[in-house]
């Protein structure tokens, strides 16, 4: 069993920069596929970027260029270093480690991003 902890979330102004960071308990961190997704209010979880165990990355369109997905296998833990946020960045990050039959979510971090 594996658990996810997240976070590094905060309150931040239009143009700044957060770092979240996902921790994972257990064994297998680096056997695992990894991703952060996002849930603003009233909508779905989307998925924002994701990281294969061999470090292949991801990024959904409106995030290219603004965000970085890194995992430190050494360590368990991956991360999420946004820049530039923008107020639709809004929402609650989700860390998610998969693959080989195991789906494990972490509990979320809250991102507010004020214009």
């Known amino acids: 069993q594996v658990q996810l902890v997240e976070s590094g979330g905060g309150l931040v102004q239009s143009g700044g920069s957060l770092r979240l960071s996902c921790a994972a308990s257990?064994?297998?961190?680096?056997?695992?596929?990894m991703g952060w997704y996002r849930q603003a209010p009233g909508k779905q979880r989307e998925l924002v970027a994701d990281?294969?165990?061999?470090?292949?990355?991801h990024y959904v369109d409106s995030v290219k260029g603004r965000f970085t997905i890194s995992r430190d296998n050494a360590k368990n833990t991956g991360y999420l270093q946004m820049n530039s946020l923008k107020p639709e960045d809004t929402a609650v990050y989700y860390c998610?480690?998969?693959?080989?039959?195991?789906?494990?979510w972490g509990q979320g971090t809250q991102v507010t991003v004020s214009s």
């Open positions: 998610r480690l998969w693959g080989r039959g195991v789906n494990y």
């Open positions: 257990g064994s297998g961190f680096s056997l695992y596929a």
């Open positions: 990281i294969t165990s061999g470090g292949f990355t």
